[in-house]
């Protein structure tokens, strides 16, 4: 229904967030990460991308920084027993990024950190998108520029330090899908434990 609404940031709270569009007040729930982006843009004009969910009892308006983080959360709701506030709990610790990583990897344990999503649901979530989050597609135009920082907050999720990960990631070739660039961090993380 909608694909994006602009306009002025009236309201920010940690799970919502209202535009000021044109006299129209929309409260959109938000992840953690589209949180953090919006906060410097209080009061000023800001843009989000729009999921609309009905339900018998209600519609609850979702809104997202990036186009990205929507096409992920859409992708999560198409796995069953996972609805919008268990999607928005896995984007709120993961990026998309990241998150596709973790379901290459196999990572119930660290998907299930999520509020409110267990490890069977985890499970289901890694068995039904398995392939379905490649968000490596712009890789072929260039590397994506935060390869490397998305590679660091997935070892950050998996217990590794910060000197840990900076030292294993040294060296590795960043025009890479993330998935790779994980595998042969974790290779060396292995070899040095």
């Known amino acids: 229904m909608f ?8 309201e920010l709270r940690t799970d919502f967030a209202v535009l000021d569009a044109n006299g129209v007040g929309y409260m959109l729930y938000v992840s953690l990460a589209t949180h953090e982006k919006l906060a410097p843009l209080y009061g000023k004009q800001a843009q989000l991308y729009t999921y609309l969910n009905v339900r018998e009892d209600a519609m609850e308006l979702f809104g997202f920084y990036t186009e990205e983080e929507r ?4 992708k999560l709701l198409s796995v069953s027993g996972v609805g919008p506030r268990a999607a928005m709990a896995i984007l709120s610790l993961y990026t998309p990024q990241s998150l596709a990583s973790l379901v290459a990897n196999g990572d119930a344990k660290a998907i299930s950190r999520a509020n409110g999503v267990g490890l069977k649901t985890a499970q289901k979530v890694i068995i039904e998108l398995k392939g379905k989050l490649d968000l490596t597609e712009g890789a072929a135009a260039g590397p994506l520029p935060s390869a490397l920082a998305d590679a660091a907050d ?3 999720v998996m217990g590794y330090s910060k000197a ?25 993380l292995n070899r040095l434990g």
């Not at 694909?3 to 009236?10: F, S, T, V």
């Not at 096409?71 to 859409?74: A, N, Q, S, V």
């Not at 890479?176 to 290779?187: S, T």
């Open 164 to 188: 840990e990960s900076a030292e294993a990631l040294r060296g590795i070739n960043a025009d890479q899908p993330l998935e790779n660039i994980i595998k042969d961090a974790l290779k060396k």
């Open 71 to 74: 096409e992920c959360f859409i």
């Open 3 to 10: 694909y994006y609404i602009k306009g002025a940031l009236a």
């Open 154 to 156: 997935t070892l950050a």
